[in-house]
């Protein structure tokens, strides 16, 4: 990667016809869950446009020790970050919302809702979002999103606080979610 930081929306893979959807990772801080999903897409090499935020953010943090120790344990080397606000801007283009939990799904709902369509938990994608050669946004508006209630779609717990070992679990689940999820993006 270059000296971008990682919310840029950096390619992953060359542009099929000039353009590649755009897939965002949000979680409350986007200091450890979004960073990690986002880090493990592009590390996948899926051929989408990746950004992350958070709900409530402090801005242009890096990304704590632990988050990187965390990506470490699981083979991945977490390049430049820097903590990014969600904003009605940042929400635009995206074609699909990753959420962390059903708080930034909710989140989304009120304070966004035009992205409420576009919008579900990690742990509900990689169950739900089916693959095929349609384009991700008509994928994605199939599932009818807007309408499936955020608290049924699953958590990736918060390690925020914890230990080097609740950060290393959560790196886990957001890698196992993720191999569930990746190829279903493209």
């Known amino acids: 990667m270059t000296s971008e930081t990682a919310n840029d929306a950096v390619p992953t893979a060359p542009a099929r016809d000039g353009a590649l959807p755009h897939v ?17 897409c592009r590390a996948g090499g899926v051929a989408v446009r990746v950004s992350t935020a958070g709900t409530h953010v402090v ?4 990304a704590s020790v632990r988050t990187r120790q965390a990506l470490r344990a699981v083979g991945l080397e977490l390049p430049a ?25 909710h989140y989304v709902r009120r304070r966004h809702p035009a992205a409420a369509p576009r919008t579900a938990t990690l742990a509900y994608l990689a169950a739900t979002l089916r693959p095929g050669a349609e384009p991700l946004g008509a994928r994605v508006a199939a599932l009818g999103l807007g309408a499936v209630d955020p608290e049924s779609q699953g958590d990736v717990e918060d390690p925020a606080g914890g230990d080097d070992a609740d950060y290393q679990a959560c790196a886990r689940t957001v890698a196992r979610l993720m191999a569930e999820l990746a190829p279903r993006l493209a």
């Open 24 to 40: 965002l990772f949000l979680c409350t801080g986007n200091a450890a869950r979004s960073v990690m999903a986002g880090a493990l």
């Open 59 to 62: 801005e242009h943090q890096p």
């Open 81 to 105: 970050h820097r903590s990014r606000q969600l904003t009605a801007a940042s929400l635009e283009d995206a074609d699909l919302v990753v959420a962390m939990a059903a708080e930034h799904v």
